[in-house]
């Protein structure tokens, strides 16, 4: 298959994809997720690989969140069919894969770049990583998926501090509360990743994708489990401040929420 928004490459039966928005840090707008649930649905059913390495081309970020310019002028209905749309596109569908996705978190991964990490079965992060749920300050709330996974993998109370905040957190902090399952420096990421990846496509395939549907079952994340994410998150461009946010950032400028 030929992609305009990623580069994927085969080898020792890992498969690594790269989103390849450099300029735009890998930010995902709907042809990235598009292109992204063409790839894995055939990586998926692809017998020759037993694991997938995602990552963002350039030094600078995994992804740095969803392409704000493209949802900007929604109303309500637009947002909640954007959140839908996602997450059984991407989100849910990578979390429910057969094949292990292990996330190789370099630089920024915000807002949808950090909910397409949360729904990747394992997380590893370079030292320079930073991570966050910025929503807040666009007068949004996180619409694929991290209001439910975030708290499943971090607790409940730091989970509320990061949504609420909005802050990022350092890759230490990440590996302290979590979030990560390993730390490196930028030049040992995807080569650890790789290591890690090898090491699961050691193991009985069918074991694998069984291990993953058994954990899975525990947290019930279906897509009709995050109804109500979804439907608040819609709510959310109904306001003047989904307004006054999304074009404060467009305007390289601070916001003036008012609370309606």
Request: charged share 20%; glycine share 8%.
């Amino acid at each position: 298959m030929t992609f305009e928004q990623l580069h994927l490459k085969k080898e020792n039966k890992i498969a690594f994809v790269t989103i390849t928005r450099e300029k735009k840090l890998n930010a995902l707008d709907s042809a990235t997720i598009q292109e992204l649930h063409e790839a894995f649905s055939v990586l998926d059913i692809d017998s020759q690989v037993r694991a997938i390495v995602i990552m963002g081309q350039g030094q600078k970020a995994f992804v740095a969140g969803a392409d704000i310019a493209e949802f900007s002028s929604f109303n309500q209905q637009q947002g909640e069919a954007l959140s839908r749309l996602g997450h059984e596109k991407l989100f849910a569908f990578v979390e429910n894969l057969s094949t292990p996705v292990i996330a190789a978190i370099n630089g920024y991964a915000l807002g949808g770049g950090l909910e397409l990490a949360l729904s990747c079965h394992m997380r590893v992060a370079s030292d320079n990583a930073r991570m966050g749920l910025p929503e807040v300050t666009l007068g949004l709330i996180p619409g694929y998926g991290g209001t439910r996974r975030l708290g499943q993998i971090i607790g409940k109370g730091r989970a509320h501090q990061m949504v609420a905040t909005g802050q990022m957190i350092s890759a230490d902090k990440a590996m302290q509360w979590g979030l990560v399952n390993e730390i490196y420096t930028q030049e040992e990421l995807v080569p650890k990743a790789t290591e890690l990846a090898l090491k699961i496509a050691a193991n009985a395939p069918i074991s694998v994708s069984h291990s993953i549907k058994a954990i899975n079952a525990q947290y019930s994340n279906s897509v009709e489990s995050f109804e109500t994410e979804i439907q608040l998150f819609g709510a959310c461009f109904a306001t003047n401040d989904f307004k006054e946010g999304t074009s404060a950032f467009l305007e390289k400028r601070k916001p003036d929420f008012k609370g309606n």
